[in-house]
């Protein structure tokens, strides 16, 4: 679709994006806002159709990204994974309505579910899959699949999105009460490290299909490579946020309050006000119309014709 278009044509001028380091930049940063600015007004949208929408716009933003960094491979693949599974969630996004029509009881509230605290057995899972299973990751794709780490950083942000996701999903496990037994734990590790191995492997096959000459991938991840202390700088707060927040879901999780000031509280509430309203995105189209709509009002009121 046209939503693609952006990462499309990138793709297509590969060759001249790779001959400015500033232009690959502009790009990460134009992507990165994007991707952020998305996932979080898809966070607090109360309708499906937003946030598969705002999902999306996050998804697409995250595509210019892998441009801007350098794994314009990476993007297209990224495109075609993406169309694939967001094809599947619009076709299945129905299912929970039929599903309360079906059962008008539905869904089953279960207070001894509610009261039930999370076993040491789905703590130790969650922290086995943040901590150990990045490293096991590394080892297979720098071993295994001979993908260099140390030279190209688009590679690096990359695994560093497969912890974050890889992290995300063993979250949703956990709210989901589904790690129940060291069987299901032991499955659940292993089902994700083969997906991640597969998806690396999918990954590389198809740049080398895009790109067969492995210099020309290099020069482009050479081009858009930061600084040194940017690049670790970026690595390190993001990953204290991630760390920061997963340390909020767990105090809350087990019922305990974090103080913070009262004028975070507030700024919060705003922001959030704010993303709801998908930053008055909206109206302000509305009144940018208005106002283009009594001008040409006014010119059609004092021309007496157009010229012929």
């Not at 441009?67 to 990476?74: D, I, N, P, T, V």
């Not at 190209?152 to 999105?161: A, K, M, N, P």
């Not at 974090?258 to 704010?274: N, S």
Request: hydrophobic share 55%; with cysteine.
């Amino acid at each position: 679709g046209i939503i693609n278009a952006g990462g499309f044509l990138i793709n297509r001028l590969a060759p001249f994006y790779g001959l400015s380091s500033t232009t690959l930049h502009v790009a990460f940063v134009v992507g990165m806002v994007t991707a952020v600015l998305g996932a979080t007004m898809m966070l607090v949208q109360n309708d499906i159709k937003k946030t598969l929408g705002f999902s999306t716009i996050g998804q697409m933003g995250y595509m210019i990204m892998e441009c801007g960094l350098g794994a314009f491979s990476l993007a297209v693949f990224h495109l075609i994974a993406h169309g694939l599974f967001k094809a599947t969630v619009f076709l299945s996004c129905g299912n929970v309505i039929h599903k309360a029509r079906q059962e008008p009881e539905f869904p089953h509230a279960d207070p001894r579910a509610e009261e039930q605290g999370f076993s040491r057995l789905t703590w130790a899972t969650g922290f086995l899959t943040t901590l150990l299973l990045p490293l096991v990751i590394l080892l297979v794709s720098h071993g295994v699949l001979q993908i260099p780490l140390r030279d190209s950083q688009g590679t690096v942000i990359f695994l560093f999105f497969i912890w974050v996701t890889s992290s995300q999903a063993i979250l949703t496990l956990i709210r989901l009460r589904a790690v129940a037994s060291w069987k299901v734990s032991a499955a659940m590790l292993l089902i994700l490290l083969f997906v991640v191995f597969i998806y690396l492997f999918a990954v590389e096959s198809f740049t080398a299909f895009l790109y067969p000459n492995p210099e020309e991938v290099a020069s482009y991840f050479q081009a858009a490579a930061f600084p040194n202390w940017l690049f670790d700088g970026l690595i390190v707060g993001t990953a204290l946020v991630i760390i920061l927040g997963w340390f909020y879901i767990y105090a809350q999780a087990h019922g305990r309050t974090m103080w913070v000031p009262d004028w975070v509280e507030g700024f919060r509430l705003r922001l959030y006000v704010l993303f709801m309203n998908r930053l008055y995105a909206d109206e302000c189209y509305q009144a940018l119309g208005r106002v283009v709509m009594r001008v040409v009002h006014r010119i059609d009121k004092r021309d007496t014709g157009w010229p012929k």
